[in-house]
């Protein structure tokens, strides 16, 4: 077996094939398949991170400005408190009397009653004077 072995050692046929040109200057089809593999997802993953990169500046973005607005809106909203009292503690009681309106609807069980032929107008009127304050 060994003698084999060092018979074949030196011959062409137990030889890998060339990786890169041959002599000819044509490059074997194996090697370049991987080679684009590699370059397309190394273009894909630059696409990919690019996307990732601008959807981090939109949300961002986004955040920045919700957060904006509602901290204006509620130093608007605590401003008007300080300035009225007592307007203000009409708005909480009577947003309040309307959401207890509407849970206690929600606990028949689906049929109909005064109830619930009251709390959507009552819950409509008060949300309508809450907005008309704020404005």
Same mark, same amino acid.
């Given at each position: ?17 060339p ?11 194996? &090697?370049?398949?991987?080679?684009? &593999? ?6 894909? %993953? ?6 990732? $990169? ?6 961002? $973005?986004?955040? $920045? ?26 708005i ?5 009397i ?10 028949? %069980? %689906? ?25």
């Amino acid at each position: 077996m060994e003698s084999n072995k060092n018979v074949n050692e030196g011959t062409s046929t137990n030889r890998p094939a060339p990786k890169g040109p041959t002599p000819g200057g044509s490059t074997p089809q194996a &090697a370049t398949a991987p080679q684009k &593999a590699r370059e397309m997802a190394s273009e894909v %993953g630059g696409r990919v991170e690019a996307a990732v $990169d601008q959807t981090k500046r939109a949300v961002t $973005d986004a955040y $920045d400005k919700t957060s904006e607005v509602l901290t204006n809106t509620y130093n608007q909203t605590m401003d008007y408190g300080r300035e009225n009292p007592g307007k203000l503690t009409l708005i909480a009681f009577g947003a309040g009397i309307g959401i207890g309106i509407l849970l206690t609807s929600g606990l028949g %069980g %689906g049929r109909t009653s005064r109830t619930n032929r009251i709390a959507e107008p009552v819950v409509n009127a008060l949300s309508q004077i809450a907005m008309e304050f704020f404005r």
